[in-house]
């Protein structure tokens, strides 16, 4: 390399230095929060732009502060993170116990070249190395995947070990989380590695593996491990919402909630359908079309379930499938998780709710759009 490409080079990575992240943070640990300083070094060749993208992903709705240090820094008092340049490496390693010792001193975080293009991925490494297990290894993992080890290479079998120590902070398993790997992660000759257990359920593995940002089960596990003690005051958050963490005087609600307690649905664009319906012995039908977003709660008598049938969906194509992006179920119990999400063509699903209420999001995103819903109330 001559003189004036290394001039180049130099340059080019002090305008780097220069980006619109934010350099100094408020300290927010004396509230209950926590300030990570990051680095990366000038000849590494990871994209700065989708660091901090990764970054800002898990601030926006968390007492987590990041901090980069533009010069390799003498001091590098823990928490710190040196984000080290693996880009010769084509696959990824999330190779996570969650240990929350790792946040007790420096550490290189290794970034592969396909994890460098994306934020979503760095953030998800980000949440491994703050103490988040990967959700196929919680100890709850075998009420809702099976795996097959017989497709996994005997050399990263131990990846797939049950994490049985680590802290879950009462969240619940969400195969839409940024910890929930691919279904074809370390798996051998692209097959997949482990399976949805309940048959019923099995359109959740195209939600698994999503690399878009943090669900909000996610922010619900950063919340109780560093923001609890953030507000001296309690609030009762309905719907699997949590208190936020600035002011402390209203909660965070799931997709499809609002309200200071997240009690209310939440309201939809161009949508002319009732927020609020009832399932009765009648089997009724929804129909969904063209652009717009619909919010629609599903109610049946107290102790009664819901029977719900999704048919002729032609809707907008993700892969992975996540909220916000075409029809959205939030069929089980706890509303904090984000339920199924089915994008593209979608027929002949049959769903039962975990309890007395369903929620429903759908958003088109063009005229051709369009997804039915019927629903009747169970009782079983």
């Known amino acids: 390399m001559n003189l ?83 880009t010769s490496c084509y696959v990824n390693d999330f190779n996570f116990k969650g240990d929350k010792k790792l946040m007790k001193k420096p550490y290189k975080l290794k970034i592969e070249r396909g994890c460098n293009s994306k934020p979503g991925c760095i953030a998800k490494k980000v949440l491994f190395y703050m103490g988040m297990p990967p959700t196929i290894r919680r100890k709850d993992r075998n009420k809702y995947i099976k795996l097959d080890l017989k497709n996994v290479s005997k050399c990263y079998r131990k990846e797939f070990d049950i994490l049985k120590k680590a802290d879950l902070y009462k969240t619940g398993y969400d195969y839409s989380s940024l910890g929930h790997i691919s279904p074809f992660y370390r798996g051998l000759f692209g097959q997949r590695t482990y399976s949805i257990k309940n048959s019923n359920n099995m359109w959740y593995l195209l939600n698994a593996g999503q690399e878009y940002g943090p669900s909000f089960t996610d922010y619900k596990w950063l919340f109780n491990r560093f923001c609890t003690k953030q507000c001296p005051n309690k609030l009762k958050c309905q719907n699997g919402g949590f208190q936020n963490f600035e002011g402390c005087s209203y909660c965070d609600c799931p997709n499809g909630y609002k309200g200071d307690c997240c009690d209310e649905i939440d309201d939809g664009q161009n949508c002319d359908m009732e927020k609020n319906m009832v399932a009765t012995k009648e089997n009724r039908t929804l129909t969904f079309f063209g652009i717009k977003l619909c919010y629609i709660q ?62 429903i999001q759908y958003k088109g995103e063009s005229k051709n759009n369009m997804v039915k819903v019927s629903f009747m109330e169970s009782g079983c």
């Open 4 to 86: 004036y490409a290394i001039i180049i080079f130099i340059t080019i990575k002090l305008l780097e230095g220069k980006s619109k992240f934010p350099k100094f943070k408020p300290d927010f640990s004396q509230f209950g929060g926590i300030t990570i300083r990051w680095y990366v070094g000038m000849y590494s060749r990871l994209n700065i732009t989708n660091i901090e993208q990764g970054l800002q992903m898990i601030m926006d709705r968390s007492c987590v502060q990041f901090l980069r240090e533009i010069d390799n820094p003498k001091d590098k008092k823990a928490p710190f993170i040196e984000f080290e340049d693996n």
């Open 298 to 359: 599903i109610k049946a008598k107290r102790g009664k379930k819901i029977k719900l049938s999704v048919s002729n969906g032609r809707l907008p194509s993700y892969n992975p499938c996540f909220e916000m992006q075409a029809l959205t179920i939030k069929h089980k119990k706890d509303k904090s998780l984000t339920g199924l999400s089915l994008c593209t063509f979608v027929d002949h699903l049959h769903l039962t709710s975990e309890d007395e209420t369903v929620l």
